[in-house]
């Protein structure tokens, strides 16, 4: 199972940035897929979640309404369209993978047991 995490950069604040993530290896029924960030000296926490079966999505409040979490089903490739980046959203971003997650524990870093390398987002104020 490999996940590849890409489209990261330095952006301005305001700006946009679309990260991709390459599955292979893995089968999708009951998949849950995530992307999760982690800041200098701060824990790895949920961004945004997505049910595979279904597209049910699921976002932090930090990024609700700016952050979109989709899928191509044919290609297998995760997406997280970020808009209106702020500094604060600065961070290495993962791309996860889970098995029969419910709504309550999509947040949960420790059910995703295949996890992508990160790509750096650089956000200028």
């Known amino acids: 199972v490999q996940l590849q995490a890409s489209g990261g950069g330095l952006v301005q604040a305001g700006e946009s940035l679309r990260l991709s993530c390459a599955t292979s290896g893995l089968t999708f029924n009951s998949r849950t897929m995530g992307w999760f960030r982690q800041a200098p000296g701060k824990e790895r926490e949920f961004v945004a979640g997505?049910?595979?079966?279904?597209?049910?999505?699921y976002y932090a409040d930090s990024v609700q309404g700016r952050f979109t979490i989709s899928r191509d089903i044919a290609k297998k490739v995760v997406f997280l369209q970020m808009n209106s980046l702020k500094s604060e959203d600065t961070a290495v971003y993962y791309c996860?993978?889970?098995?029969?997650?419910?709504?309550?524990?999509?947040?949960?870093?420790?059910?995703?047991?295949?996890w992508g390398q990160g790509t750096q987002v650089t956000v200028s104020s």
């Open positions: 997505l049910r595979w079966n279904g597209g049910n999505t």
């Open positions: 996860a993978g889970a098995i029969g997650l419910i709504a309550s524990t999509v947040t949960d870093r420790g059910r995703y047991a295949h």
